[in-house]
């Protein structure tokens, strides 16, 4: 069965960076591109960057964008999110999910949560 | 930046049918999905490609676009239908290549 395992979200001080890892087990891991999403606690999802199948292109939201960066490692099958300069409005659960063939988020991790608090 | 819009919240009988309208200027221009998240599990596309259904979701969800706005339609609500749903799409000509919606919180009476 495919799965996704996010790690790496913990409690953070404004201003500090961490590093979220995205590593699917029995999923053809390099054949998509893929996505990190977030939810803040009450509110909705939020897209926040996205890196193609190879690598070659990222992209990223305006909130992320010069702060966060997303990249992959294909010969270990993992996504990742290097994520600095954090802010308060950054607390939310950090999930993964592919691009499926359809153009959709089709499979989902179960997220990591990251906290920024003083 | 772009934005899509949902009402909060719909609420409908048990038989009844659900309407979630989604708007946003570019959506004449790019695909929409439909996600439905109950709580404390994932989200699971309901719709794809404004109107398609994805293997094992049911019949009773539908998806429409007309214009600037699309719509998810659950025909014939279940109880198991009470969840959190968002529409997504794409404007890969602005700062956001997807977005979501959002979301709107589907009570079953």
């Known amino acids: 069965e495919e799965r996704l395992w996010e790690s790496g979200g913990d409690l953070v001080q404004p201003g500090g960076s961490l590093r979220l890892s995205c590593r699917p087990s029995?999923?053809?891991?390099?054949?998509?591109?893929w996505s990190w999403v977030r939810q803040s606690p009450g509110k909705g999802l939020e897209w926040v960057s996205a890196?193609?199948?190879?690598?070659?292109?990222?992209y990223y939201s305006d909130s992320a964008q010069g702060r966060f960066t997303v990249s992959r490692d294909n010969s270990k099958n993992s996504l990742y999110l290097q994520m600095d300069r954090l802010r308060d409005e950054d607390t939310a659960f950090y999930y993964c999910?592919?691009?499926?063939?359809?153009?959709?988020?089709?499979?989902w991790g179960q997220g990591t949560l990251v906290t920024v608090s003083s | 930046s772009y934005e899509l819009t949902q009402p909060p919240s719909v609420s409908v009988s048990p038989g009844q049918t659900a309407r979630i309208t989604c708007s946003g200027d570019?959506?004449?221009?790019?695909?929409s999905y439909w996600y439905q998240r109950r709580p404390g599990q994932a989200p699971v596309v309901v719709i794809y490609?404004?109107?398609k259904r994805p293997p094992g979701i049911p019949e009773r969800f539908s998806g429409s676009s007309s214009g600037t706005t699309v719509t998810l339609t659950i025909s014939g609500v279940q109880a198991e239908d009470e969840a959190d749903y968002y529409c997504?799409?794409?404007?890969?000509?602005?700062?956001?290549?997807?977005?979501f919606g959002g979301g709107t919180r589907l009570t079953v009476l």
């Open positions: 999910t592919n691009l499926g063939s359809h153009g959709a988020f089709d499979t």
């Open positions: 029995d999923f053809p891991f390099n054949t998509y591109a």
């Open positions: 890196i193609s199948a190879t690598g070659e292109k990222t």
């Open positions: 570019a959506l004449p221009s790019h695909y």
């Open positions: 490609k404004d109107n």
């Open positions: 997504q799409s794409s404007d890969h000509s602005g700062s956001l290549p997807w977005v």
